[in-house]
């Protein structure tokens, strides 16, 4: 895996960023997954808990006698860890990579789904990935969610979407802090076309500037129904401390 993009959550304008990687012929962003890293990581966490028990260790010095507890027996954590390493990458490299990579000189995916546990296991199987971290006004990324019935189920309720959001962007932030490949992106810099975030997109995606003006004239999907002044006070409530740290209230 070459470029991740990593969306807080649905409906942050991922799929425009796909689509300006994209227009780079040797370039090959697949879309979403369903967020298969999530089920990597528990079911490293659970063999993680197995492997904390030290019924392996008394089998062993035992000289393997089987009258000994061994129900829960499981390597130790070190294994379990390169194992599962091992195993992510086979998947993404079969699934995306293999019958592609004479085509294309870059390739990654895009998912939605992403906190700071998948993150973290995909760069422990990618330590030089670039990862995208990008982020929207929760506000608008309500406006367009709540205008599809199948979505919004998906969240629940606002409470629960501003819950997903203020914790998918705090860790975000860190993450781009403390990672020198992840980069913290807002969505309303690309459409805006700020100099910094376009010239970053550019770098990344060894973009010229044809490719982003030829996909950024382009819109798909918009949404334009207006978001209920309550609606607005109660996210901005929920959500504020973050939106203030991201630059979406002042």
């Not at 649905?10 to 890293?37: D, V, Y």
């Not at 990324?141 to 969240?155: A, E, G, L, P």
Request: include cysteine; hydrophobic fraction near 35%.
């Amino acid at each position: 895996m070459d470029l991740i993009i990593s969306s807080a959550i649905h409906r942050s304008g991922s799929t425009l960023l796909q689509r300006l990687f994209n227009a780079r012929k040797e370039t090959l962003i697949w879309g979403e997954n369903g967020g298969c890293l999530t089920e990597f990581c528990k079911i490293l966490n659970h063999t993680n808990h197995h492997a904390s028990f030290n019924h392996r260790d008394i089998y062993f010095k035992s000289g393997e006698d089987a009258n000994q507890w061994i129900a829960c027996m499981t390597p130790p954590k070190h294994e379990v860890q390169a194992v599962m390493i091992q195993t992510v990458r086979t998947f993404h490299e079969g699934l995306y990579v293999k019958k592609y990579h004479k085509q294309h000189d870059m390739i990654g995916y895009k998912e939605v789904r992403y906190g700071k546990k998948e993150l973290d296991l995909l760069r422990k199987c990618y330590p030089n990935c670039t990862i995208i971290l990008l982020v929207r006004n929760p506000i608008n990324v309500w406006k367009s969610i709540s205008t599809r019935k199948s979505m919004k189920k998906m969240y629940g309720s606002l409470g629960r979407f501003t819950k997903i959001w203020n914790a998918r962007v705090n860790s975000y932030l860190a993450l781009s802090r403390s990672d020198p490949n992840m980069y913290l992106v807002k969505y309303e810099d690309i459409v805006a076309q700020k100099a910094e975030t376009i010239n970053l997109i550019k770098r990344v995606g060894h973009l010229e500037n044809k490719d982003i003006n030829r996909v950024l004239s382009k819109k798909i999907f918009s949404t334009s129904k207006p978001v209920p002044q309550n609606t607005i006070k109660f996210i901005r409530k929920q959500c504020g401390p973050i939106m203030r740290k991201i630059g979406y209230l002042s």
